[in-house]
């Protein structure tokens, strides 16, 4: 079951914030933050339990709301760098942390 | 630490044919997963193994194989190759375990996978 992102795509102009969700019909037990550009693999941002904390990465942080199985991730005071793909991922299976489920992406462009 | 390899980087085939994708995860990692990335669905999983064993498997037909060797490697098949197979094939590994311990995964740069 693929966790629904939204928005789409955002378009921000530099040092301006912008915030991504990730929504899940299933219970989750954590949710997992990766980003992507251009051309390249996704790399690794954050991974949020259930009952954590709010994690962060540099300028960007995210929060995991266990009631709405959801999560959101906050970008403030954006960066060139940070223009990218974003996804979010849930687990596949009830046991397992490795394999994860994802969603279709949320587009970021951040403009000078 | 050498990352992620993935070979070949790029292939095309025609419909009906079958095609064996290859993943060399970092060393030490035990978990590989391979995943489809398309413009419409973006990332989606495919299956996972772990010391040989497929542990997860996504929701994708039969055609779509893999296995995973004592050293960890990985080969992904696709039989009897469909336009709609056309994608970008990642494989990611992580550390793994078998006890619920989260490590991010590491991607390879992927297979560019062409049917004509």
Redesign the interface.
Known sequence: Q?PVQSPQAVILREGEDAVINCSSSKALY?V?W?RQKHG?????LM?L?KGGEQMRHEKISASFNEKKQQSSLYLTASQLSYSGTY?C?TE??S???????????TSLLVTP | KAGVTQTPRYLIKTRGQQVTLSCSPISGHRSVSWYQQTPGQGLQFLFEYFSETQRNKGNFPGRFSGRQFSNSRSEMNVSTLELGDSALYLCASSLGGVERVYNEQFFGPGTRLTVL
């Open positions: 693929q954590s997992h990766y390249e693999a996704p790399v690794f991974i339990l996804f991922g596949v299976g046991n397992s942390g490795y394999a994860l489920n994802f969603g279709k992406g």
